[in-house]
């Protein structure tokens, strides 16, 4: 098994430019999640979903779009990125059934 | 007042040494707590869970006290491998997500 897996691992973008960071696990987990990383703010869910075809807003969703098509695929989308969504975004999926969540390697993006 | 809150350190302790790191929790009827280990510039990972009777593992205890809503770690005879920021996690019971603390940082000297 791959895990949770995330794309790209980097990626600088102008003000103003939107995005996908992708996300896929194959562990056929139910949930979900995206957590975005700043210093001294420890980790911010900004959506999550329980399953295909259902997603909600989690502490800090402005700006950012999700979709959950598949079980195995959970992209978020920038929709016009600002310098204030500088950060590092970590995937992350469990089973419904636990709270043991796996994370992936994270994307360290930066907005200039 | 935040929902988990820990004292972000950092702590810094020579091997060998025992250190304890607490973390309190708002939601008297939460269940489930863990601690999670991120290193530096990584993907956090499940450390330990902890219910209601604690848990050890080696040199790792983790213990909860419902009556004043605090958990925390214990760490032996720690090593160098140890250093790393430790993150407490609640597993809601109201809404089923993981609701994190902001993390304490760990260095361990020679």
């Known amino acids: 098994n791959a895990g949770v897996t995330q794309t790209p691992k980097f990626q600088v973008l102008k003000t103003g430019q939107s995005m996908t960071l992708q996300c896929a696990q194959d562990?056929?987990?139910?949930?979900m999640s995206w957590y975005r990383q700043d210093p001294g703010m420890g980790l911010r869910l900004i959506h999550y979903?329980?399953?295909?075809?259902?997603?909600d807003q989690g502490e800090v969703p402005n700006g950012y779009n999700v979709s959950r098509s598949t079980t195995e695929d959970f992209p978020l989308r920038l929709l016009s990125a600002a310098p204030s969504q500088t950060s590092v975004y970590f995937c992350?999926?469990?089973?419904?059934?636990?709270?043991?969540?796996?994370f992936g390697p994270g994307t360290r993006l930066t907005v200039t | 007042r935040k929902e988990v809150e820990q004292d972000p350190g950092p702590f810094n302790v020579p091997e060998g040494a025992t250190v304890a790191f607490n973390c309190t929790y708002s939601?008297?009827?939460?269940?489930?707590f863990f601690w999670y280990r991120q290193d530096c510039r990584k993907e956090p990972k499940l450390l330990m869970s902890?219910?209601?009777s604690g848990n050890e593992d080696g040199r790792f205890t983790a213990q909860l006290n419902r009556a004043s809503q605090y958990i925390s770690l214990l760490i032996r005879d720690s090593k160098l491998s140890d250093s790393a920021t430790y993150l407490c996690?609640?597993?809601?019971?109201?809404?089923?997500?993981?609701?994190f603390g902001q993390g304490t940082t760990l260095q361990v000297k020679p």
């Open positions: 992350a999926s469990r089973l419904a059934a636990t709270y043991e969540q796996y």
């Open positions: 562990m056929n987990h139910e949930y």
């Open positions: 979903s329980v399953g295909a075809g259902i997603t």
């Open positions: 939601n008297s009827a939460s269940q489930s």
């Open positions: 902890v219910y209601s």
């Open positions: 996690v609640e597993g809601s019971s109201n809404t089923g997500k993981l609701i």
